[in-house]
């Protein structure tokens, strides 16, 4: 299975309305390209114009195609009325050979990983279409450490998050651009349920068992803390992220 995803920034004034553009017009387009078995759009719980379009396929092969054959393009197009414009400004020409300044519009950032979980199936059939919350764990590796990561993760952090109470879903991702980046996606029945398994405690116990593997950065940030007790920001922090799901459905 591959997982991809397309974050954007939405218009201020559009954010109440793209969950139903995505709802009518992206939903039904990519329901009828080949390989693509879930697609949901989320939006930031901390960043409030952030979406992300959220999609599962078969195969990196089917996602391929889907851009080659210029499907994605098509569905930007229809959401593009909706998202934010950047601050920087093109100057071009136009047919009279006067000056004419347009903003560019802010592309989306793409982002694609591989399932590497042997144990996780496609989303069930009888999953809601929206009212969940989804969380993204993101964590850097040390080089060489990925397959040791994935065995303790399959084996010590899976099975404990599934029989978390509120926890419907939850696989792990490799990311194909950044070799030593994984992540960690949980798809939750409520926010409180996800906010719950962290205050319990579980969280961190469960992030013990592979932190040896994570870049010597971060474990280098985490013997400063202990020993000063006092936060160290690097760009190798675990990068955990909040989503609501606005708009969803499985297709497969």
């Known amino acids: 299975?591959?997982?991809?995803?397309?974050?954007?920034?939405?218009?201020?004034?559009?954010?109440?309305?793209?969950?139903?553009?995505?709802?009518?017009?992206?939903?039904?387009?990519l329901q009828q390209t080949p390989g693509c078995l879930y697609a949901s759009l989320i939006r930031s719980t901390s960043i409030p114009d952030e979406a992300i379009s959220l999609t599962l396929w078969e195969t990196s092969r089917h996602a391929e195609e889907y851009e080659q054959l210029g499907t994605f393009q098509r569905l930007l197009a229809e959401a593009q009325p909706y998202l934010a414009e950047t601050s920087e400004w093109k100057v071009q020409l136009s047919k009279d050979l006067t000056l004419e300044y347009a903003p560019v519009p802010e592309e989306p950032v793409i982002r694609s990983y591989e399932v590497r979980s042997p144990s996780i199936e496609p989303p069930p059939a009888s999953m809601p279409r929206e009212h969940?919350?989804?969380?993204?764990?993101?964590?850097?590796?040390?080089?060489?450490k990925k397959e040791e990561f994935t065995r303790l993760y399959d084996a010590e952090v899976l099975p404990v998050l599934r029989s978390v109470a509120g926890c419907r879903y939850v696989f792990l991702t490799e990311g194909v651009e950044e070799q030593n980046e994984v992540i960690s996606l949980t798809i939750w029945d409520t926010r409180e349920a996800a906010d719950a398994y962290e205050a319990s405690g579980l969280f961190r116990k469960l992030t013990r068992k592979v932190q040896h593997t994570f870049s010597e950065l971060y474990q280098w940030k985490m013997a400063v803390e202990k020993r000063s007790s006092s936060r160290v920001t690097t760009t190798e922090d675990l990068a955990v992220k909040g989503y609501d799901v606005v708009s969803g459905t499985i297709f497969q």
């Open 132 to 144: 969940l919350y989804v969380r993204l764990l993101s964590m850097k590796l040390q080089p060489g």
């Open 1 to 29: 299975m591959f997982m991809r995803l397309v974050q954007v920034r939405v218009k201020a004034e559009m954010v109440e309305k793209v969950g139903g553009v995505y709802r009518e017009k992206i939903l039904p387009g």
